[in-house]
């Protein structure tokens, strides 16, 4: 979890840079950064108790990306900052959309290599439905393991 956050990060305060250097678009007010580093900080600082009050847990990229809805909505109406483009949300959102992408092409990379699979002979939309699909069956494997652990948890959490 560290990593990905640590990497959103490392993307808030690239995308700050070169929104500062951009000439093509306004510059963000710091605050608008300041808000969406706060929530992910927050996020890094606490454990995922969701499951325990008895809600579905949470992913930690959906939370990332609630983080840089929630701090769109405000600063769209905060009239004391100005409105930052949007494409400075945009950009935050699509490295944290893009991790998931990443790991099931390596994952289908993996595969082919497990089952020495010749993937270069399937035409390369194909491919991109066949990562699609694998990360959409990973997100939902995920989901159900992270139910079953907060399930375990809620358990033992009764019995002290």
Known sequence: MANILETILKTVEQVQKK?????????????VFDLIREGVEQIKGKRNTSGTRGKSPKNVLDMIKDVVEKTRRKNKKDP????????????????????????????????AEEYNLDISLIDPALVEDINLEYQDDMEALNKRYADAIFHFIKQSKRRK
């Open 19 to 31: 929104n500062k250097q951009s000439s093509r678009e306004e510059t963000a007010d710091p605050s």
């Open 80 to 111: 004391d900052v100005a409105t930052a483009p949007g494409s400075v949300f945009d950009k935050i959102k699509k490295k944290v959309e893009d991790k998931p992408k990443q790991e099931a092409q390596r994952g289908l990379k993996r595969i």
